[in-house]
């Protein structure tokens, strides 16, 4: 029986299939296996994973399909309950990573049999541009609760999962459509650890479909990652809090939380700008401003970056972490 099982989920991304799939074949680990499901795209995306399973024609690579669409975080569930092996590993759809990702998280968690998971840094790529941009903010090998305060310092993509951890504290909560992997990583570090390989093993390719770039989206998502913050501060309340979300809505679960909602809504608006996704920008701006217009300082801000996002995306790269910590001066003031 194979010691890993890779698991990625497809929606409406058939251009993305054939990078992460030929990324999963050519690894430098062996004993694997891959599910790889398509969740009820309306696209030629289930008909372009068949074609690439065939095309590369490893018996370790299965591809399946949900219909109708079930969600991300009900395919994710499903996903583990399917794997029969002592590590999950997840990627990304069209994300890709270096050969010897897998190889090295097995030994990592080999060699630390009480860490819950293990990540890796990651590199962002523009798949338009192809310009590069590593994201190695966090530089310890160790992940402990107090690390993911504020925010996740790694991408879900990059995670090998120890499959009786995640089975431990029931998998991804279902109340999620966005930010499930944030309340689950505070879950399992909430009594433990995980473990943090530095170096860059992770390719993740910013598509014009993510969170990071669709306005709506990040709206949910911003929302979301709220409600896995509110939910790792008061663990007793849980159940009550989920119920509420259920019953009446996120925003108004979140009702207390909607000036810091709003600032985080701005901080993503930045990033656009800095990325040089001018109209993208202005279109979240325009969605933000529908529910809490920016305060002045916000205002000055973001015109001064809506007038940068001119410049070069390579001359931009370095201004992104820039973002973070005028959110924290704002919030601080």
């Known amino acids: 029986m194979a010691r890993v099982t890779i698991i990625s989920a497809y929606h409406k991304r058939p251009d993305a299939v054939q990078v992460t799939l030929e ?9 694997w296996r891959a599910l790889i499901w398509d969740d009820g795209s309306p696209d030629a995306t289930w008909q372009e994973l068949q074609r690439v399973a065939a095309d590369i024609d490893d018996p370790r690579i299965e591809v399946f399909r949900h219909e109708p669409n079930i969600g991300f975080v009900r395919g994710m569930n499903e996903g583990l309950r399917r794997a029969d092996t002592e590590y999950v590993a997840v990627v990304g759809s069209g994300d890709a990573f270096i050969p010897d990702r897998i190889a090295r998280q097995v030994a990592a968690l080999d060699a630390d049999p009480g860490a819950a998971f293990c990540t890796t840094a990651a590199v962002s790529i523009d798949p338009d541009t192809g310009e590069r941009f590593e994201d190695n903010t966090f530089t310890r090998d160790r992940i402990e609760a107090a690390d993911l305060f504020h925010s996740c310092p790694f991408t879900h993509g990059s995670v090998m999962f120890r499959r009786s951890a995640v089975e431990a504290v029931g998998g991804y909560e279902p109340a999620f459509t966005w930010s499930s992997d944030w309340d689950l990583f505070n879950r399992l570090l909430a009594d433990g650890h995980a473990i943090h390989l530095t170096d860059p093993l992770y390719l993740r390719y910013a598509r014009a479909d993510g969170a990071s770039f669709s306005p709506k989206k990040s709206i949910l998502q911003v929302k979301f990652a709220h409600l896995a913050h509110a939910l790792r501060e008061n663990p007793a309340g849980r159940e009550a809090l989920l119920d509420k979300v259920r019953r009446e809505g996120l925003d108004a679960a979140l009702a207390e939380r909607r000036a ?34 920016p305060s002045a300082k916000w205002r000055v801000s973001l015109a001064g970056l809506r007038a940068l996002s001119g410049l070069p995306l390579v001359r931009l790269y370095g201004l992104a972490h820039a973002a973070n910590q005028m959110r924290k001066r704002l919030r601080q003031r």
């Open 23 to 31: 990324a999963i074949v050519n690894q430098a680990y062996e004993d």
């Open 260 to 293: 810091d909602i709003a600032s985080d809504l701005y901080t993503r608006q930045a990033k656009l700008y800095i990325l040089g996704r001018r109209a993208l920008g202005d279109e979240l701006g325009a969605l933000i401003g529908d529910e809490v217009p």
